[in-house]
């Protein structure tokens, strides 16, 4: 089958590259470039023409790619046309005409390259990050992954995990050969290492997946202190609805803020009180829920006095920053209590001191991404097979007998799969390639 798409975003634009991919690019070239000949990824200027009448639609550069020497590793061609919607829908549809040829579905081309391995899965999923980067945080680190480090990391520790299971299955496989008196030793001495290495990249606060998805940030405090009106003040718009009622913001509201390139998902919450009202005790109930989740809570109080009977009292202060809004009202009567808890005075309605949240937010931003790590985990789905990776570890490192060997192979073969899945590599064939050639057994 071969695919083709717009690989730009739509909309008019100056440009606008469609790419095709697949067995038939030799035959579109020939059809729509009435049979002139291309040098192979050379940048060339050619009149692009319908498929059945030959008329001409645009006049543009095209690449051809022959493959495996290109990124899907398949035969590819790109037309780099005029960007107007009658240009691109007048070539799509003329590629169309031609036998098996489709429009590619998401991420098609991707996935192509990695069958055909071009780049391994982590290479893919750092692809499609640094696409969806927003901030400069984002892209740094969709660009390290794409460079290959994480996945020498993973397939480095899989190697040696494999010559560990070769030392075992030879044992099984030919239990009369002698196998040096130290290796059980040495087994059990770089299984554990391996282990420790991934406990503590796996004990990394999360900064991966917060760089990625974005840092969770919670405004709660009781109603009508201006938590809406300070999410409105942070996105620069108006997000939610700010009024004098007690009890307005029922839902959770979340935007996308960049802080100093730092990406951050921000979200203003309902006003907790003791509410009889079925919605407004729904609201809360996702309030606390937000509270609980975010990475940093900005708990707002104001003056007059505070309750701090419920909510206030169990909040997390080590990732929370307390502001004292509507300082414009007086600061005179505030409580002992209320002093303790150090907060940040603000007033968002005469927009006095809010630099000084600003800047403590930006520290906080600051420290939680701060890293020793040279990779880290940025998905969740990596995070769960090195978690399962440690686990069959862990089984293999209590089994001490040899009459267990059967079993600890297993249990190394298990690790070894799961630290495989995630750059996309699953392989037996590895294993026993690594027994001949290391122990020369049969010699
Ligand atoms: N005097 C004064 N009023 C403020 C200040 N900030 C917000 N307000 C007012 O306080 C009222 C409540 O503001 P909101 O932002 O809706 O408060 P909220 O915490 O979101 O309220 P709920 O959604 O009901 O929990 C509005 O009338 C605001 O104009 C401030 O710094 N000083
Ligand atoms: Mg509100």
């Known amino acids: 089958m071969t695919i083709y798409a717009l690989s730009t975003g739509p909309g008019i ?9 697949g067995p038939e690019c030799k035959l579109i070239l020939k059809k729509m470039t009435k049979n002139t000949f291309i040098e192979p990824r050379v940048a060339t200027l050619k009149k692009i023409n319908k498929i059945d009448t030959n008329e001409l639609i645009d006049e543009g550069i095209i690449i051809w790619f022959p493959g495996p020497e290109s990124y899907t590793g398949e035969d590819m061609l790109e037309f780099h046309v005029h960007g107007s919607r009658a240009v691109i829908e007048s ?18 081309f991707t996935k192509i390259a990695f069958q055909n391995d071009k780049i391994n899965l982590l290479k893919a999923e750092s692809i499609a990050d640094l696409i969806a980067s927003e901030t400069e945080i984002q892209r740094q680190q ?13 397939n480095s520790w899989r190697k040696k995990l494999l010559k560990v299971l070769s030392n075992v299955e030879a044992k099984i496989d030919f239990p009369d050969e002698n196998l040096p008196d ?15 290495q991934i406990q503590k990249l796996l004990n990394d606060q999360k900064v991966g997946e917060r760089i990625r998805e974005g840092f969770k940030i919670a405004i709660v405090g009781p109603t009508n202190v201006g938590k809406s009106s300070l999410l409105n003040y942070l996105s620069k718009r108006d997000v ?26 921000i979200s203003d919450t309902a006003g907790i009180r003791d509410s009889k009202n079925e919605i407004e005790k729904k ?33 997390d202060s080590r990732k929370a920053i307390f502001v004292l809004n509507k300082s414009d009202l007086g600061l005179k009567n505030i409580s002992s209590k209320l ?15 809010i630099e000084e949240l600003i800047s403590e937010i930006k520290k906080r931003l600051k420290n939680k991404f ?53 750059v996309g590599k699953v392989d037996t064939e590895e294993i026993l390639g690594s027994i001949f050639n290391d122990f020369c057994i049969g010699k």
């Open 91 to 108: 070539i799509h549809s003329s590629i169309s005409k031609i036998k098996n040829c489709r429009l590619a579905e998401p991420g098609e």
């Open 182 to 196: 130290n290796i059980l030793k040495d087994i059990k001495n770089s299984s554990k290492k391996i282990k420790e």
């Open 240 to 265: 939610a609805i700010v009024s004098e009622i007690a009890g307005t913001t029922r839902d959770v509201i979340e935007t996308h803020l960049n802080i100093d390139g730092y990406p951050v998902v």
């Open 283 to 315: 609201g809360i109930k996702l309030a606390l829920k937000s509270a609980e989740d975010a990475d940093l809570n900005l708990v707002i109080i104001e003056p007059k006095s505070v309750d701090f009977k419920g909510f206030l009292n169990n909040i």
């Open 13 to 21: 634009s100056g440009l606008a590259v469609i790419r095709v991919s």
């Open 339 to 353: 002093k303790k808890l150090n907060p940040i005075t603000i007033s968002l309605k005469n927009e006095k001191n």
């Open 142 to 154: 969709a660009i390290k992954i794409m460079s290959g480090k994480s996945s020498d990391k993973f």
């Open 370 to 422: 701060i890293t020793s790590e040279d990779i880290l985990i940025t998905r969740e789905r990596h995070r769960q097979h090195l978690e399962q990776c440690v686990y069959h570890l862990k089984n293999f490192e209590d089994k001490n007998k040899l009459e267990h060997f059967d079993k600890a192979a297993e249990d190394l073969r298990l690790a070894t799969r799961h630290l495989g899945i995630i």
